[in-house]
């Protein structure tokens, strides 16, 4: 510095000169002994020294403390890599169940309007029966009245045949007769013959 010493232009040259001196073999009191330093320089060297190792163990404590941070990080970013899988099976399996789903609802769906379709076409079907039942019913009550009128004109006939055979011989009376009961056994039988056509035609 001033009056030519031959001083350091900094303490941190200082303490570079005097840790490689000491780098180089030269213990402390060798050092010290080479050059001249006053009370001062050598505070300044001090203060640089604890400086420099103080950020020393920061930088440590900063690098381990990073390092730390690191390793939780791969570890979250693992977990997430992890749950981003599981997450697209599950994706992928409720996918599937899904387009079952459809399938099955689709399925329901057409089973469905085959049944409502069939249902509609009984009851149109049944609609008709009763539309043809109700008109058999008409005709049976139809044929029973003729029935009913033709045995009333038989049994008229039957007795006026019965009156009008007294009169005349034994045989002809037979006879007459027998032509009303034939009458009505006729008609009889063409109103149950009739009858057993509108049952029939009920059981088809």
Request: with cysteine.
């Amino acid at each position: 510095m001033e009056n030519g010493d031959e001083m350091f232009a900094s303490p941190t040259a200082a303490a570079a000169e005097f840790e490689q001196a000491l780098t180089n073999g030269g213990g402390a009191g060798e050092v010290y002994s080479t050059k001249s330093y006053n009370p001062a320089e050598i505070d300044a060297l001090r203060e640089t020294k604890r400086d420099l190792e103080e950020k020393l163990a920061a930088t440590s404590h900063e690098n381990r403390f990073l390092a730390a941070e690191a390793f939780r990080l791969e570890g979250v970013v693992c977990q997430a890599m992890e749950d981003i899988a599981t997450s697209e099976h599950a994706a992928a399996a409720s996918e599937d169940e899904a387009a079952t789903l459809r399938a099955e609802v689709k399925r329901l769906k057409g089973l469905l309007a085959a049944e409502k379709s069939d249902h509609e076409t009984e009851l149109r079907k049944s609609a008709e029966l009763d539309t043809e039942l109700q008109g058999l019913q008409k005709e049976v009550v139809i044929l029973e009245e003729e029935l009913n009128a033709l045995k009333a004109s038989a049994a008229a006939t039957s007795k006026k045949d019965t009156a009008a055979s007294l009169a005349v011989q034994p045989k002809e009376a037979e006879v007459a007769a027998s032509h009303g009961l034939m009458v009505a056994t006729a008609a009889g039988a063409a109103a149950t013959a009739a009858i057993v056509i509108v049952i029939l035609h009920l059981k088809r």
